[in-house]
């Protein structure tokens, strides 16, 4: 930031001790360096709390972008719920239309014989292909 070399800071040190004198040299430095303390605490106070803003505003976005996906995960649950439910609805009619309640068409598919078509006739097995 400043360029200052050696030979400049040993010039400004013998313009200080000609301009304010040995006797008050001593107490000027010790104020000079408090005060230079000061300023960079200042600064670093300065740099944390905008890095603390910028930390708390990203915290912000990735809460909110957070969110935003839980609702959509949240609406896509729902819509297959109610397509799901749709389709157990169906599925209870077609079989209240068949005249039988589920436990009787689970029943029924549990113990069908291996091998029967709907019916019960015993199915005809497919044909070996030709070697």
């Given amino acids: 930031m400043f360029d200052i070399a050696f030979s400049e800071l040993v010039v400004v040190a013998l ?11 001593p107490k000027l430095a010790r104020t000079a360096g408090h005060l230079w303390g000061r300023v ?9 709390d905008i ?12 809460k909110s972008d957070l969110e935003q996906q839980a609702s959509e ?24 239309a068949d005249g039988l309640t589920l436990e009787q068409h689970i ?14 006739a015993p199915s005809i097995p497919p044909e070996d292909p030709p070697k």
């Fill in 15 to 25: 313009v200080a001790l000609i301009v304010v004198g040995p006797e008050r040299l």
């Fill in 107 to 120: 029943l029924q598919a549990r113990y069908k014989k291996p091998g029967a078509d709907e019916a019960g």
């Fill in 40 to 48: 960079q605490r200042y600064v670093n106070n300065v740099k944390h």
């Fill in 73 to 96: 995960i949240e609406q896509s649950v729902q819509e297959k719920s109610r397509a799901l439910e749709q389709q157990a609805a169906e599925i209870e009619r077609n079989l209240q």
């Fill in 51 to 62: 890095n603390s803003d910028l930390a708390l505003e990203e915290a912000r976005k990735l």
